[in-house]
């Protein structure tokens, strides 16, 4: 019998999973996530600000972001929010929009989904994002990017400004 963390499962080859315990309360860390003048304070890695250029925040609705790296290049990202649970869960699509590819030597992956899932731990709050991708190739391009140590640096962005915040 297969267990659903079992490696060899075809879900976790093509899944990456981040988790990180904030020292703030759920709704804090929901709102910094899903707050535009948030957002921009504190999303990308270390280093990069962040420019919020659109962020409809329902089922349906789009957001796009674009992260400026310390020498001035543009990185845009763009997704749908495709499920949303107050307080509780996010799912959308994660791509890279149109110029990101000028600026990165590489074959971008495609198809990727992830889920924030915000878990109350009685004042602090467990975030597990689950990046989920099309096959365990666009997985491995996406890895080779760095996404794994950006996503770790952003998180560490996020702990200061809820530190601030808090």
Request: with cysteine; glycine share 8%.
């Amino acid at each position: 019998m297969s267990s659903k963390n079992d490696s060899t499962d075809a879900q976790s080859q093509r899944e990456i999973v981040i988790t990180r315990v904030f020292n703030a309360p759920r709704e804090l860390v929901f709102q910094a996530w899903t707050d535009a003048k948030h957002v921009a304070q504190w999303w990308g890695p270390k280093g990069f600000t962040t420019q919020v250029t659109e962020l409809d925040f329902r089922p349906g609705g789009k957001w796009r972001y674009v992260m400026i790296g310390p020498d001035g290049t543009e990185y845009p990202v763009k997704g749908v929010f495709r499920e949303i649970v107050p307080f509780e869960r996010i799912v959308t699509s994660d791509e890279f929009d149109e110029g990101f590819e000028k600026v990165v030597n590489a074959d971008l992956p495609k198809g990727i989904v992830v889920t924030a899932v915000f878990e109350d731990l009685g004042g602090n709050t467990k975030l597990t994002l689950r990046i989920m991708h099309e096959s365990a190739e666009e997985r491995r391009k996406h890895e080779e990017m760095g996404v794994i140590a950006g996503w770790n640096s952003t998180f560490d962005c996020l702990d200061e400004f809820l530190t601030k915040v808090h």
